[in-house]
């Protein structure tokens, strides 16, 4: 793992976006990495902005601002558009098809389109399931830093409900990607 990892996700509240960075910080606890979080969102309850940052490393973290995220996961178009250019050219951007219409084709890193809402809605019938999905694929490109296993038991940990949905969810994203 490189000194400093950079993950930021970010969409509109109600999608899990505060929720995942917890997970990939508990998960980073539990293998021994230092680990910060930012969250930021909106006065709305749900469909408001939602930022989450996590820095991880074996290292002291100096500060817990992510400005050149490896990996950002964005679940709005609005989103994409205002991180897209602070994923330098080695990073990856994931996003949802069904939530970015506008893919910049410009940008040198590497882009995946993970359609978690489309999978979420095929094998469960509930858009409730895509953060899962999404998570998964996420855990699937982060495979050097953090263990699959580890990754889906803090999620299952933080969000307890629908365990084996959430389960199948996170494999599905994992196997996509």
């Known amino acids: ?17 505060v929720r995942l960075g917890q997970t990939i910080g508990e998960a980073a606890v539990k293998q021994g990495l230092r680990v910060t979080m930012l969250k930021s969102h909106g006065t709305e309850m749900r469909g408001g902005y939602v930022r989450s940052q996590v820095v991880l490393s074996e290292k002291q973290i100096d500060s ?16 994409y558009n205002r991180f897209k250019d602070t994923v330098p050219a080695n990073g990856i951007i994931i996003y949802d098809p069904a939530f970015v219409d506008n893919v910049d084709t410009s940008l040198p890193c590497k882009q995946v389109p993970v359609p978690a809402k489309e999978i979420a809605m095929e094998h469960f019938n509930r858009p409730i399931f895509s953060n899962a999905v999404a998570l998964g694929a996420m855990a699937k490109l982060l495979q050097e830093a953090l263990d ?7 999620f299952l940990e933080v969000i307890p409900k629908y365990k084996a949905e959430n389960r199948k969810a996170f494999e599905y994203g994992f196997e996509y990607s």
């Open 1 to 17: 793992m490189k000194d400093r990892l950079e993950i930021v996700a970010s969409g509109f509240g109600g999608q899990g976006v």
């Open 64 to 79: 817990p601002m992510c400005e050149n995220p490896d990996v950002f996961l964005a679940l709005s178009s609005a989103a």
């Open 148 to 154: 699959k296993e580890t990754v889906l038991d803090s």
